[in-house]
């Protein structure tokens, strides 16, 4: 069975810089990452198709967080610029079973255990 296992989490100022990743067992389709803060419902944050071709974004997200794959790796990442207090949360890693870029939790197949993510103010 495909495992997710998830990296690079960790305390940063606000407008700090942070990068995960996320290494699979083996081969995956679209990838996702969600986060999920304290009381709050897990929400997707970025996805990436099967190639790499095509990406997406959460509007609260949008030109600061970059997600990408290394396909001869199996890893996926989000590098997340300019930080925010707001942004402090759980960050998962999940596949899909769509080639597709899904950011939806209907899509996913598979999670990873999660990252801790803080963003001091």
């Known amino acids: 069975q495909l495992q997710l296992v998830e990296s690079g989490g960790g305390l940063v100022q606000s407008g700090g810089s942070l990068r995960l990743s996320c290494a699979a067992s083996g081969f995956t389709y679209g990838m996702s990452w969600f986060r999920q803060a304290p009381g709050r419902e897990r929400v997707g944050v970025a996805c990436i198709s099967r190639t790499g071709s095509n990406t997406d974004y959460a509007d609260f997200v949008k030109g600061r967080f970059t997600i990408s794959r290394d396909k001869a790796k199996n890893t996926v990442y989000l590098q997340m610029n300019s930080l925010k207090p707001e942004d402090t949360a759980v960050y998962y890693c999940?596949?899909?079973?769509?080639?597709?870029?899904?950011?939806?939790?209907?899509?996913?197949?598979?999670w990873g255990q999660g990252t801790q993510v803080a963003v001091s103010a």
């Open positions: 999940a596949a899909t079973a769509s080639s597709f870029c899904r950011m939806d939790q209907a899509a996913v197949s598979v």
